[in-house]
């Protein structure tokens, strides 16, 4: 028997050697149990002990009675620990080590690349010199997880970790609980507030269950209650300005409107639609100002075309 990083073995005690710890052998070949990787109580050379075998610092292979949070080939969801930009992401895999997630298995885009305190989804790999290495969960490994959401969570709020992030759309997996590990979804671009990073924990709305039991998702109201809570972000902007108008409308252009509001230019033309039916607003060409008063007003045009 040879000893792969990655795995839990049951091997024999062989020998004390101090101030080091304890050489394991599998009748083949030995590995240090250092003495800072034991668990309990002090064992005796004679005796068996499982361990998990890694390598060191020194890319040596050595052996902990520690419990890590997965093993080769295994999936879990790690905590991002450190993020290094020419090598990746350091991930807490529950040993007092990391496992590195490399660079290559980021996303392109800075934006989208994880943060300390995120948590991503991975599984224990090795590298091409053997060396234990995280590789991303992609839907393949998932999807066997995951249960068809029940039709009771339409339109209710959820929330989730970001499993892959494009510009197309975010993947999610939503918590599960004590159901399972969890349902799929997507949250297109359309309905993100803002970039999701790989990783991230978010919450959203379900809009819509699909016939696979997965989920689209969005992280807006419903249009109904979207609309009012539009109109008053939009209503407190224009008071907050100095002649009450502001150089957005209708005409503006739809990044321009995600970049001040954080809301699609479809949300904000029907939070304008309900200030204008209610005569809060007004338009002037590409502008929108407050209106004026019934009697007795300044112009609010006037004193924001000037400005």
């Not at 080939?73 to 990746?88: F, S, W």
């Not at 029940?150 to 892959?164: D, F």
């Not at 999701?196 to 039991?213: K, N, P, Q, Y």
């Amino acid at each position: 028997m040879s000893l792969t990083a990655g795995e839990t073995y049951q091997l024999k005690i062989t020998r004390e050697v101090s101030p080091y710890g304890f050489f394991l052998s599998d009748g083949e070949s030995e590995v240090l149990l250092h003495y800072t990787e034991l668990v309990g109580s002090k064992p005796g050379v004679g005796g068996t002990v499982s361990v998990f075998i890694y390598y060191d610092s020194e890319d040596r292979l050595a052996a902990t009675m520690k419990k890590p949070l997965l093993q080769l080939g295994e999936l879990a969801r790690l905590k991002v620990a450190d993020v290094h930009p020419r090598l990746g992401c350091f991930l807490e895999m529950g040993l007092g080590r990391q496992l590195l997630l490399p660079l290559s298995e980021l996303p392109e885009s800075v934006a989208y690349r994880p943060l300390p305190g995120d948590e991503v989804f991975v599984v224990m790999k090795h590298d091409k010199i053997g060396r234990l290495v995280a590789k991303l969960a992609f839907e393949e490994e998932l999807a066997p997880l995951v249960f068809p959401a029940p039709a009771a969570w339409r339109n209710t709020w959820v929330e989730g970790w970001v499993t892959k992030t494009l510009q197309m759309g975010s993947f999610v997996i939503v918590d599960g609980g004590v159901v399972g590990f969890g349902v799929y979804g997507l949250i297109p671009s359309s309905e993100r507030t803002r970039p999701l990073r790989l990783g991230e924990r978010v919450r959203a709305r379900v809009t819509f269950i699909r016939e696979d039991g997965r989920v689209n998702l969005s992280m807006t109201e419903r249009k109904e209650v979207g609309r009012v809570e539009d109109a008053d972000r939009i209503l407190a902007f224009l008071k907050e300005r100095p002649a009450g108008g502001m150089p957005y409308s209708d005409e503006t252009e739809a990044e321009l409107i995600k970049q001040r509001f954080g809301i699609s230019k479809s949300a904000f033309k029907r939070a304008l639609g309900k200030l204008m039916r209610e005569g809060l607003v007004t338009q002037k060409g590409s502008w929108t100002y407050l209106a004026a008063p019934p009697e007795g007003g300044s112009g609010h045009a006037e004193g924001a075309e000037r400005e």
